[in-house]
């Protein structure tokens, strides 16, 4: 289940031993990048609420930039911003990799970037 106000409530939790946060791998497997885009604006509107509420978050890293192999599933597993070929090594950026350089690029989630990659989900999330 993907629960995106969780990552807050964790935030929150762990604001009360005022030390640094630093939030990794923090992502959704996808080899069509249909749920990505998604995922990481619903995951950072909460991470920049908890930011909002002062927890002391110093990065968020999305788990990852390229696919990669995975002990459980080997290679089948796409969790990477870029598809990773595996017979030729090259490396793509996905529509969700374009998404979050521009998130980082304007140091948050713009309504212009909301509008660039919008879906039915996102549409209700941003009302």
């Known amino acids: 289940m993907i629960y995106p106000k969780g990552i ?3 935030l929150l939790e762990l604001k009360k031993y005022n030390l640094p946060i630093y939030v990794m791998e923090n992502g959704v497997a996808d080899k069509d990048d249909h749920l990505r885009p998604s995922f990481i604006l619903r995951y950072l509107k909460w991470v920049h609420q908890a930011i909002q509420e002062g927890v002391d978050i110093r990065s968020y890293l999305h ?3 390229m696919d990669n192999f995975e002990w459980a599933e080997g290679i089948s ?3 990477g911003l870029c598809q990773t070929n595996f017979k030729t090594l090259a ?3 996905r529509k969700s990799a ?3 350089k521009e998130i980082i690029l ?3 989630i713009t309504e212009e970037i909301v509008k660039k990659y919008k879906s039915e989900l996102l549409k209700e999330i941003f009302k």
């Open 8 to 10: 807050y409530e964790v």
């Open 63 to 65: 788990w990852t930039l």
């Open 77 to 79: 597993m796409r969790f």
């Open 91 to 93: 490396r793509i950026p």
């Open 98 to 100: 374009k998404m979050y």
């Open 106 to 108: 304007a140091n948050g």
